[in-house]
């Protein structure tokens, strides 16, 4: 009897499963950092080591950022939580410091793979810290359509280089600057100091006086001054 028990122990076990080594899991979190387009490095110790998986496990941002990534194996049941050195917090959407300067941004309202055409049930649109937002998609209309160039996680905020090209505005192209509000509108003519496309916050230098100005691109060579943040 005990012969048979530890025969069925023995065959319960399955054949070749072995642990995943850190190096290889860490490889997996540098190539999902890459593909959404983040800095970062995993802190792994190469000795660690991770259950087994039949498959590739899965990366993807941590609680809406990558300050930490969450490495699932589904066939398997199991996750871990590793954390990210100089890795992207989630955007912080309402709460926090009244005073701080905010901008209106586009965030997913889901997890969604490389290559997905957005829509608008995936998106909503929100007021984010301005603090280290350079490259935001701020317009629904900018985005609906185009397809994501990664994968992305559900809270994160939308930047241009997440998107298929389009550029409206190309570097050092003439632009038409647009301010003001309600029936007046003012007009004057710039130079672009960076490609933009629709919807997607870029500099540009006013011709005449060669101000640096703030703008969103709203179509071909068309920027608005971008509204004072609140």
């Not at 989630?90 to 926090?96: F, L, N």
């Not at 810290?129 to 939308?158: C, T, Y």
């Not at 003439?174 to 301010?179: D, F, H, L, N, R």
Request: aromatic share 2%; glycine share 12%.
């Amino acid at each position: 009897m005990i012969r048979i028990a530890v025969l069925l122990i023995c065959c319960a076990v399955p054949v070749g499963a072995a642990q995943i080594s850190g190096d290889r899991v860490q490889a997996l979190v540098e190539q999902a950092l890459r593909a959404a387009g983040q800095g970062g490095h995993a802190v792994i110790s190469s000795h660690r080591g991770f259950p087994p998986c039949p498959s590739a496990p899965t990366v993807g941002p941590h609680a809406g950022g990558w300050q930490a990534v969450r490495i699932t194996c589904d066939a398997a049941g199991w996750h871990r939580v590793i954390r990210i050195r100089d890795g992207q917090a989630a955007p912080r959407i309402g709460g926090g410091d009244v005073d701080s300067a905010k901008t209106p941004a586009l965030v997913l309202t889901e997890s969604l793979p490389r290559g997905t055409v957005l829509n608008p049930a995936h998106l909503e649109q929100v007021d984010i810290a301005a603090a280290g937002q350079g490259d935001l998609i701020a317009l629904p209309e900018s985005a609906i359509g185009r397809s994501l160039r990664v994968n992305l996680g559900a809270g994160q905020a939308l930047l241009g280089r997440h998107l298929e090209h389009d550029w409206q505005v190309e570097k050092g192209a003439p632009v038409t600057i647009a301010s003001g509000a309600g029936p007046i509108l003012i007009q004057t003519s710039g130079v672009a100091l960076e490609p933009g496309q629709l919807g997607q916050a870029i500099r540009v230098s006013n011709a005449r006086s060669g101000q640096l100005v703030h703008v969103i691109v709203t179509g071909p060579n068309k920027v608005t001054v971008r509204p004072n943040m609140r």
